[in-house]
């Protein structure tokens, strides 16, 4: 039955235990590492919550699983815990990854770095050009990594290409649903394999936890939570109850940040200071047209430059009122930073430059306060740069 529900009644009540523990209409917090034996079978079923097993861990997993349309689901404890167990366990010594050139700094770094150490090479190439991809294609090539809107320049890449050339060449396409959410956008429908996030974001909303999860085939996400029982990086029961309650204003939150952040850019593009806005619900945006064929909200996150550069940036940082000056995204606050200094301080200068990411870009992250108040305050810290 839930999964004939639409997305705002799975929100509140996918996943509930039934019948309901001690009657607790808000599902309790097991704040236990250890569970008594009842006859479990292996050493991945014990439970203990390494394990990701406990009542909070269940019903969560089965609340992601029904929002994102997968069989099932796996949290973590942050989402770089989720995309490098998933990495680690889909990918061996020799084995090839194909990935997106601009992904989450921190994303790219793992590639780049630690899988490169164990074995695992990586083409970094442009997800938005289907003839590159085969010249990249290899033998030992296993997997196709992509996100759904890049981050910080909100690009909306080929992505139905990426599952098509995935299916033709028998590889497993992964892409990262954070900016998007599954209010935004659903990778499986479209074809894709496993659906990773960073719960932290907009998942759970409120800027309180760190959280990852990964959704795709129950086959393959045992595969993962085995990988991640070795790896150690468990979510804390705390945390899934935290997780939980946020998901279910997600669909409430992310709809007000869609308006609000469209609001948001059509005013930064109208004024004079401003040299380039970057955001996909924009006619001006190069990728207006797919990202609204394709999705149901262009999301809270935006970037732009100033015509003043670095300095003129600089500026607003210190006039701004309403924004705070920080990494992350997608909680109630609106958060401004600077990529090149945060989430994309990992990439050398030179990789940024390729990617378009200049030392000026701000990228701002709507949250939940009065659009015309967050107007009214761009508008005076314009003024002022
Ligand atoms: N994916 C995206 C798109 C992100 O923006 C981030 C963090 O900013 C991550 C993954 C990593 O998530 P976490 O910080 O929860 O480990």
New binding site residues.
Partial sequence: MTRAWRLETQLIHAGDPHPRIAGAVSMPIFQSSTFEYTGEGGYHDVRYMRCSNTPNHVALHQKLAVLEGGEAALVAA??????STTLLSLLGHGDHLLAHRS?????FDFMRKDLAKVGVECTFVDADDRQSWSKSLRPTTRAFYV?TLT?PLLDVLDLDGVVEFCRAHRLMSLI?N??ATPVNFRPIERGFDLV??????YLNGHSDI???AVVGKAERIVEIKHKLDHLGGALDAHACFLLQRGLKTLALRVRHQNESALQVARFLESHPAVARVNYPGLDSHPRHARAREWMRGMGGLLSFELKGGLPAAERFFATAEIPINA???GGTETLMTRPATT?HAGLPPEERRKQGISDALIRISIGLEATEDLIADFGRTLERV
Avoid: Q
């Fill in positions: 942050s989402g770089m815990a989720a995309i992904l989450y700094g921190g994303t996100e981050n990262d954070t900016c990773l996030h960073s719960a932290t974001k760190v959280a990852g990494p992350s995204l989430s």
